[in-house]
């Protein structure tokens, strides 16, 4: 089978050629497709022979964009099989098969019937097979070939990134690049030239260019000034086909702007102005501004000003406004038309960021000159000072001359001045002033305790022009005079310990004074002359305006006294001194060892152990009802008495208690207690008492003198075996108690009762350590060591 194609402008006619290799010779115009052979030749072997492909595949081409109202033909398939009578059928599968590719069975004709975009799909893979019609046999294997959609010129180059904005700085060189723009076209760049994209400009020259092959645009001009113009619109094109009559083209705007550079000097646009400046001007306040051109923009503009020469240097000053870029003249005096009328200033302004580059075109800066004119207004009165400081003593009489303020018209008229004082509505009006004159006196009695100082602001103005005033403050001191006597600095709480010595200092007072220093302290502390001397306390002046009270005796007792009374006096050192008096109150109290303070009242020993008044209720309380509970139960244990000796059947092991208390002393014939206390003196008596001995007891001298002592340990176990042993005792275990408290010690007593009387060089100090049980026996035996030692 071949397959061949028409297409008018493929280059080269393909042609699917087969080849068969037959046994034998060859018949001519046909070429036939064999299948693996066998035959035998006389005087030869069997050969088998390779079979053979029957069709080798090359690719299609087809037109894209194809616009013919008939189907576009392809190419032509052919097998060598077939001998043209319908017997071979051809078919095609694959991507496009019966939809965009059609083909004839019978004679194996492939046509498009649609129209392709090779910009959408490149090429197509197919494949094509031959069979017999009749048995649908496959004459030769399936076999795959390519149909390609061949280029034309569809598409147009495209400026995707297209409108650009870019700068450039102005007084640029010329070739300087500006930017590279690129333009895309869809066709194949690997067939002709539709692909091929020349650069041309249409709008721009001669400021700009642009290379035909790169796209690089640059200046085409020497120094291109953005003060002449600012933004250029500059078109370029790009065209295929390299540019060739026919070929598509696109283009794109690129908007081109100068950016500025500091190459324009500033420039004021007078050499000579003139201000107006009128004398009440305040100090500090702006009175003009001035402003020189600069044809820069941003920070090439920038520019400060500065004033380089006048006589008005020492009395104005400029300074640079960032926002506006202009000179603001301030006042840095007072004017005063009657002195100077006029005054001249040489004014410069500089820009502040300069280029080198550009220093030919300088100097960047420029300078004018400024005459301010004084003008003359009526001005309010003028105060000899800017304030007033006055003194005045307190106490004064009414209309006492405090002082005199001064005030004077700065015109040349020289008008009257009149004063006031300009009060609140509340202000207490403690002084006037004479409206002629400008002296101040007081209205009140003032009193330096109550308010020290005074401010108050004087006012001026004119007879002829009451409207303009002027003010001023006046400060008034009173001074002190010694009216107000010395007293305690505060209510003091004053403790002596009940075991004071004498000179012992119990506590220091200080005193206070109301008046200047001047006229308080020193302070001098002394006793009252025309009272009895107190046998009790002293006091003692500490030359520190300190005193300090000492006692006069030895020893204080609460019982007797608890509370103690000294009056004192207090002097001033003013002149004329003044002196008070006071009483101090001292309390007695209890007190350490080391002087604190324990208790000062007799209730406060109960408050010591850390009860309250409802702990102690509460306690008392308990107490009361446990005498009712033991009172109640000892009644009725006397209203029942149960008997000493339980019934015989009872052989419970029980413990026997007694309640017979005896009859006393005179009681005979109660148990004799002699043998609880002493053993040896009952020892020959071996009857319990848990039953009644018929035996006569023996006098209880007798008792003690035929018995010697004998140790407690033998005396139990004697009674405990009496106790095994008897046969009349019930059969029961019974409790025997021995109140037996062992011989007398040889030590003797140990009483205090008659230590007392002995001379003794014992240190009782360390009772203090015994805790608060012992302070009392501590304080006693520390009052008989201190009184012996005296």
């Not at 080849?19 to 066998?38: D, E, L, M």
């Not at 041309?200 to 642009?210: A, C, E, M, N, W």
Request: charged content about 25%; some cysteine.
């Amino acid at each position: 089978m071949k397959v061949t194609s028409t297409s008018c402008i493929c280059p080269v006619l393909v042609c699917l050629c087969f080849v068969q290799r037959c046994y034998g010779t060859a018949h001519q115009g046909s070429i036939k497709v064999t299948r693996n052979q066998t035959k035998h030749i006389e005087g030869e072997t069997e050969v088998h022979h390779r079979p053979k492909r029957g069709w080798v595949w090359n690719q299609f081409f087809v037109l894209e964009e194809h616009m013919g109202p008939d189907p576009q033909y392809v190419g032509k398939l052919h097998s060598n099989s077939d001998k043209g009578d319908g017997s071979v059928k051809y078919i095609l599968t694959g991507e496009g098969a019966g939809t965009i590719f059609i083909i004839d069975d019978t004679t194996g004709d492939i046509h498009s019937t649609k129209s392709l975009d090779r910009e959408q799909k490149t090429h197509y893979v197919l494949h094509a097979q031959a069979i017999d019609r009749r048995t649908n046999k496959p004459l030769e294997p399936e076999s795959e070939f390519i149909i390609k959609v061949q280029d034309i010129n569809d598409n147009a180059p495209k400026f995707t990134d297209g409108p650009y904005i870019v700068t450039v700085p102005e007084m640029s060189d010329m070739g300087t690049s500006v930017l590279q723009v690129t333009a895309t076209d869809a066709d194949d760049p690997t067939y002709g030239n539709s692909a091929r994209v020349v650069y041309s400009i249409l709008q721009g020259q001669p400021y700009f260019s642009v290379d035909p092959k790169t796209g690089v645009i640059r200046t085409a001009l020497h120094n291109m000034d953005r003060e002449a113009r600012e933004h250029y619109s500059v078109v370029i094109q790009a065209k295929d086909m390299a540019g060739q009559v026919g070929g598509l083209s696109g283009s794109t705007t690129v908007n081109i702007t100068l950016t500025d550079v500091n190459d324009n000097p500033p420039r004021f646009p007078q050499k000579h102005y003139q201000l107006y400046v009128p004398e009440s001007a305040q100090v500090g306040s702006a009175v003009g501004k001035i402003k020189a051109n600069d044809a820069d923009t941003g920070s090439n503009a920038d520019m400060t000003y500065s004033i380089i020469n006048g006589d008005g240097v020492g009395i104005f000053s400029i300074s640079t406004d960032k926002e506006t870029r202009e000179g603001i003249l301030s006042l840095k005096k007072p004017l005063n038309y009657e002195k100077k009328k006029s005054y001249t200033l040489n004014i410069e302004g500089a820009n502040t960021h300069l280029d080198f580059r550009f220093s030919h075109l300088g100097p960047f800066k420029d300078a004018t000159m400024l005459k301010i004119i004084v003008g003359d207004v009526d001005e309010p009165p003028l105060f000899s000072m800017p304030s007033y400081v006055m003194e005045v003593y307190e106490n004064a009489k009414i209309g006492t001359v405090v002082g005199t303020v001064l005030a004077q018209d700065p015109d040349s008229a020289n008008s009257l001045v009149r004063y006031f004082i300009d009060y609140k509505p509340e202000d207490d009006r403690f002084f006037n002033i004479d409206a002629n004159t400008g002296t101040i006196k007081t209205t009140k009695v003032l009193d330096r305790e109550e308010t020290p100082w005074y401010n108050i602001t004087v006012a001026a103005s004119e007879n002829d022009n009451p409207g303009l005033l002027s003010h001023v403050t006046v400060g008034i001191r009173v001074l002190d005079v010694n009216d107000n006597p010395p007293e305690l600095a505060r209510e003091y709480d004053i403790v002596v310990c009940e075991n004071s010595k004498p000179g012992q200092v119990i506590h220091t007072i200080s005193a206070t004074d109301k008046d200047d220093f001047a006229n308080g302290p020193r302070f001098n502390f002394f006793l009252d002359e025309h009272l009895s001397i107190n046998p009790n306390f002293t006091l003692k002046d500490n030359e520190d305006n300190t005193a300090s009270i000492l006692t006069r005796r030895r020893r204080f007792s609460r019982t007797i006294q608890d509370v103690y009374y000294l009056p004192i006096m207090i002097s001033d050192g003013g002149i004329p001194s003044l002196s008070s008096s006071s009483t101090l109150t001292i309390r007695v109290c209890a007190c350490e060892r080391d002087g604190r303070v324990r208790t000062c009242h007799a209730e406060a020993f109960l408050s010591s152990a850390g009860l309250s008044t409802g702990a102690l209720i509460a306690i008392l309380l308990c107490v009361v009802i446990l005498l009712a509970i033991v009172v109640l139960f000892i009644t009725l244990r006397r209203s029942k008495k149960e008997p000493l000796i339980i019934s015989e059947e009872d052989v419970r092991e029980n413990v026997v208690t007694y309640d017979d208390e005896g009859g006393g002393e005179e009681d005979t014939e109660a148990f004799d207690i002699t043998a609880l206390r002493n053993p040896s003196a009952a020892e020959e008596f071996k009857y319990r008492r848990d039953i009644r001995p018929e035996v006569k007891l023996a006098p209880r001298h007798q008792a003690l003198s035929t018995l010697e002592s004998i140790d407690v340990q033998e005396f139990i176990k004697q009674r405990l075996a009496e106790a095994d042993l008897d046969p009349s005792v019930p059969p029961y275990d019974s409790l025997q108690t021995y109140a037996y408290e062992g011989q007398r010690s040889e030590a003797g007593s140990i009483s205090s009762l008659d230590s007392a009387t002995t001379q003794s060089d014992q240190d009782f100090q360390y009772l203090g350590d015994w805790g608060p049980e012992f302070k009392k026996l501590a304080e006693l035996y520390g009052e008989i060591e201190s009184e012996r030692t005296t």
